[in-house]
């Protein structure tokens, strides 16, 4: 069982920018047999994909983030990061943390002015 717990949320202007982090309580070979993932989920509507980072470091992101989040992680502290800017309403959500099976609780982000 992995322990996976994100933080960073909160409320943030449109525009504005806040940075997730996400804690991993595995060894770091587990940690770094993963690619590490952030989803989220707005109100009413499914969770959907984000952005992902594989061990050396390729990533992906959505269509709808790309060129205003950035994904990375630390392999040798096991944790990872979503630089998120030029934050929009519609980015509001609950932003979660995935490695393979598991799933963190996640963290709330609310963009309003």
């Known amino acids: 069982q992995v322990r996976i717990v994100e933080s960073g949320g909160g409320l943030v202007q449109p525009g504005g920018s806040l940075r997730l982090a996400c804690a991993t309580g595995?060894?770091?070979?587990?940690?770094?047999?993963?690619?590490l993932a952030w989803y989220r989920q707005a109100p009413g509507r499914q969770r959907e994909f984000v952005a992902s980072?594989?061990?050396?470091?390729?990533?992906n992101y959505a269509d709808s983030v790309k060129g205003r989040f950035t994904i990375t992680r630390d392999n040798a502290w096991k944790k990872g990061y979503l630089q998120m800017s030029s934050l929009k309403p519609e980015d509001t959500a609950v932003y979660y943390c995935?490695?393979?099976?598991?799933w963190g609780q996640g963290t709330q982000v609310i963009v309003s002015s």
């Open positions: 995935n490695l393979g099976n598991f």
């Open positions: 595995s060894i770091t070979s587990v940690f770094n047999s993963y690619i």
């Open positions: 980072v594989a061990r050396l470091g390729e990533t």
